[in-house]
């Protein structure tokens, strides 16, 4: 059986602005653009093959403003502590600081970024169980 592709979307008032957190500090390629999509602009990104992908979208003469509030994030499990170290880095050459989480139990095993829109990543160094 085949599973769903998630597609995360969310507005941005400058998706472009986004680019440098997601691409270089997330490892994440740019799948599509597209322009005046009946009325919006947009990107998304991924990882080719991957089961999920990202959508930030800006609608022509509207304001999407900044993140609602600190928990407002993506999590993103990475078991292995090497690859998440480089994870890590990689965030941080891109020009992105560690915030503190809004809950503390994500600092445990993970660093939290915050993207030009005020919404959060979460890495952690972990295996996702539920």
Known sequence: MRHPVLRVCRPSDDPEALLPFYR?????????RFRDRQG???VMLGHPGAPYHLEFTRAAGRRA??????DHLLVFFVPDATAWSAAVA???CAGSAPVQ???????RSGESSEDPDGYRVVIRQSTWTV
């Open 24 to 32: 270089e500090g997330l490892g994440f390629d740019v799948l599509c």
């Open 40 to 42: 919006f602009d947009g």
């Open 65 to 70: 403003g900044r993140a609602p509030s600190l």
């Open 90 to 92: 990689r965030m941080r």
């Open 101 to 107: 989480s809004f809950n503390s139990d994500r600092d």
